[in-house]
């Protein structure tokens, strides 16, 4: 006995082919993203501007007491010390977290049945584009490099205090820094992380749902016939 087997298609892809999902799917992922806007943004706006103030203030802080301090070493420490601060915020400033926010449409027209859904198809990948974006950022805590990157910058900072100031004050800098630093690095919040993965499982759950099977006779066997 021979056995057919016959694939029917209908219904729904992961995002992986926006263009085949259902006008049900696209609206049920774009309400999804929406309500989630908020709630994935805010942790990481305070974060950035708070670390962001942070390093504003440190810098300031150093540089003045560097230009009226008498002390040399204690000059060459404020000096070195804004320089870091002054470092860590234009990273802040040149690599901002991208956010979750609502995608600018203005440029498109929406007239048609064809030009709605167009329009809603680039709607929902920015949105996953963006997300999928800061829940990289989160996981960058995770990556050797981040952490080797601040270390390395408060060693050779160190290492200019001692060999223009005072070496004691080249420890206590490096030891201050590295700590700033990861506490800036653990702090970041995960929250576009988990509802990356929340969203990923949540519609793949439903499709997973919507498969089926079943054997339908013929003259020369069975075929299996899938839905999904």
């Avoid at 993203?33 to 974060?47: F, G, H, K, M, T």
């Avoid at 070493?73 to 990273?91: N, P, R, T």
């Avoid at 910058?153 to 004691?168: C, K």
Wanted: glycine share 6%.
């Amino acid at each position: 006995m021979s056995t057919g087997v016959s694939v029917l298609i209908s219904g729904n892809l992961f995002a992986s082919d926006h263009a085949l999902m259902s006008d049900a799917e696209i609206d049920e992922r774009l309400s999804y993203l929406e309500q989630r806007i908020n709630d994935v943004s805010s942790p990481y706006a305070y974060w950035q501007y708070g670390w962001s103030g942070l390093y504003s203030v440190s810098a300031i802080s150093n540089f003045s007491t560097a230009l009226d301090e008498e002390d040399h070493d204690e000059e060459v420490l404020a000096w070195v010390s804004g320089l870091k601060s002054s470092a860590a915020l234009a990273k802040m400033l040149l690599e901002p977290v991208p956010l979750l926010a609502e995608p600018d449409m203005s440029g498109f027209v929406n007239d048609t049945v064809e030009e709605q859904r167009a329009l809603k198809l680039v709607k929902l990948k920015e949105y996953e584009t963006q997300l999928s974006a800061t829940a990289l950022r989160s996981d960058e805590r995770y990556q050797w490099q981040t952490h080797a990157t601040t270390i390395g910058v408060n060693l050779i900072a160190a290492a200019a205090i001692a060999t223009w100031g005072d070496s004691d004050d080249a420890l206590g800098s490096a030891a201050l820094g590295i700590g700033m630093g990861e506490l800036a690095i653990w702090t970041q919040p995960t929250k576009a992380t988990q509802q990356w993965q929340s969203y990923q499982t949540h519609f793949s759950d439903i499709e997973k749902e919507n498969v089926s099977w079943y054997l339908v006779p013929k003259l020369n066997g069975l075929d299996l016939v899938m839905t999904f």
